[in-house]
T-cell receptor, first 112, second 111 residues
Framework: DVKVTQSSRYLVKRTGEKVFLECVQD?????MFWYRQDPGLGLRLIYF???????EKGDIPEGYSVSREKKERFSLILESASTNQTSMYLC???????????FGPGTRLTVL | KQEVTQIPAALSVPEGENLVLNCSFT??????LQWFRQDPGKGLTSLLL?????REQTSGRLNASLDKSSGRSTLYIAASQPGDSATYLC??????????FGAGTILRVKS
């Protein structure tokens, strides 16, 4: 079974802090994605990556950056957290030849 | 621009009832469609991936159909159980393995 794990289920940070959200997949998938999910707005794509060191902006990249140094790991970085970044963050991965996405359990981030 | 709509937004049914969730998409040039389940506060679980060449895909009590020409998919749940209570989302691919998601249907099965 595909397994996508995220470093934390719940996280509370202060405004202005630098925040790292980690995602790891164990199926050698080429593609990885970061979404945020908010009530009434659904899932919105922040960034995605097709390969190591490759990244592309999604629909709402402002205030975020990403890092993919190894194939299995995709990190989302909030350089200076703000209260409007309080959200559920979801990571997903998929093989190059497929677009069946597999999701991690999510990280509920609260920025105070 | 691809848009995905799910109807109804919420549904409450008694246990044992068969039910249908609907998903429609505006651009019929898709090569597959994926249904997910999401429990409160959790990530998404892939239920079914139906290819454009297929008309139906089944997994246990779940059956998904796809009609590309009309831009619609349905998820049929047979003999619903309280454990089926969750939000169900459908998604279709955009370029580059990206997905466009519907807003979801919140299902509550009452015991």
């Amino acid at each position: 079974d595909v397994k996508v794990t995220q470093s934390s289920r719940y996280l509370v940070k202060r405004t202005g802090e630098k925040v790292f959200l980690e995602c790891v997949q164990d199926m050698d998938h080429e593609n990885m994605f970061w979404y945020r999910q908010d009530p009434g707005l659904g899932l919105r794509l922040i960034y995605f990556s097709y390969d190591v060191k490759m990244k592309e902006k999604g629909d709402i990249p402002e205030g975020y950056s990403v890092s993919r140094e190894k194939k299995e790991r995709f990190s989302l970085i909030l350089e200076s957290a703000s209260t409007n970044q309080t959200s559920m963050y979801l990571c997903a991965s998929t093989a190059q030849w497929s677009n069946e996405q597999f999701f991690g359990p999510g990280t509920r981030l609260t920025v105070l | 621009k691809q848009e995905v709509t799910q109807i109804p937004a919420a549904l409450s049914v008694p246990e044992g009832e068969n039910l249908v969730l609907n998903c429609s998409f505006t651009d019929s040039a898709i090569y597959n469609l994926q249904w997910f389940r999401q429990d409160p506060g959790k990530g998404l679980t892939s239920l079914l991936l139906i290819q454009s060449s297929q008309r139906e895909q089944t997994s246990g009590r779940l059956n998904a159909s796809l009609d590309k020409s009309s831009g619609r998919s349905t998820l049929y749940i047979a003999a619903s159980q309280p454990g089926d209570s969750a939000t169900y989302l459908c998604a279709v691919p955009l370029y580059g393995n990206k997905l466009v998601f519907g807003a979801g249907t919140i299902l509550r099965v009452k015991s």
